[in-house]
């Protein structure tokens, strides 16, 4: 019995826990017809799977985080094995507390509708990496490739190399109908692009390292960037403007812009927040913040250069979270830089904590960042 709360448009919903389920002779429960949007099916999950005798689920990581507040007590649910997870990288607390207060597994996986829905996961029965996405499938093939500037193929990476991540086999399209969006979808020999970066171990477990395009994933929604810079371009007032996701405990991502001014124009964020949520057609692509800056961060041949704003992203995110250990008179600041196995790493740079205190600083800073797929360390400094 497989519990279904994504939104039937979501090509998980219909394959995962919908057609295969059916092709193994099981049965599927829709949770009403908003699913988890439901806050009543958030509330009474744990006595709907002990009702239906559910044996799965799948959901994403905001679900999973959500769970955590809805006591298990009360409710038998032994029948449920294990529940899938992917559309965004898991954050490891939630993982681990997530298992430790209900039993159940999590079998994170990765797969996009090009190649439906499912390229690789963590196996049930064998070894489980927390915060990996698994090992590929059978019959799907998978490997990390290095591109040139112009997007073409160049080769293979190597053991822990981040590259792109691309997929072939008999679950991948054959193409779209719109024909010259093919030309940016494969790359040589039928292999798909899938636009994401990560890297493979030399067990051959993959790991996610960021994206190679610029979509913000709320909540397992893709939201298109373009759909907010291009309201916010229409403003008198501003003469560039970015979208970037800003990391969210519960949402996973949330849409933040970075914009730059006309010279003698004035603006305010908040001025310029009310008016994206009048331009963009879907509420929730307004952005949740918006900064005014000097100057944006161009490449050499001058396009906006968004990593240094999602970097940017996330030591906002991570500096707010923090404040509250800050009231001590304790000083931090976060550094956000590239690094070349994890992908994105968060410096947390403390001051002013007294030897015999920094275990206990450490392990609230660790476990308040926890909450987010971020690679995190913490470095003392003087002063």
Known sequence: ?????????????????????????????????AGYRNPLVIRDFWKIVMRYRATLFSAVPTVYAALLDVPVEGADIRSLRYGTCGAAPMPVEVFRAFERRSGVKILEGYGLTEATVASSANPLYGE???????????????????LDERGRYERDCVTNEIGVIAVKGPNVTPGYVHRPMNEAL?????????GDLGRQDAEGYFWLAGRAKDM??????IIDPAMIEEGLHRHP?????AAVGKP????????????????QAAATPEALAEWSRMQVAEPAAAPNEIVILDAMPMTAIGKIYKPALRQDAI??????ELEPITQGGIGIAVVVENHEVHGTLAIVNVRSVPEGQRDTVQERILRTLGRYPIRTEVRWRSG
């Open 1 to 33: 019995m497989a519990l279904l709360g994504l939104p039937l448009f979501h090509a998980n919903a219909v394959m995962v826990t919908g057609l295969a389920p059916f092709l193994a002779g099981a049965s599927t429960v829709l949770l009403s017809p």
């Open 128 to 146: 489980r990496r927390v915060g990996s996405i698994g090992l590929r499938l059978p019959y799907q093939a998978m490997k990390v490739v290095r």
């Open 186 to 194: 494969f790359l040589e020999d039928g292999w798909l692009d899938t």
């Open 216 to 221: 913000i994933k709320r909540g397992g929604h």
């Open 237 to 241: 007032a501003v003469a560039f403007a």
């Open 248 to 263: 969210d405990a519960y949402a996973g991502e949330l849409p933040m812009a970075y914009v730059t001014l006309k010279a």
């Open 315 to 320: 030591r906002r995110a991570f500096e707010a």
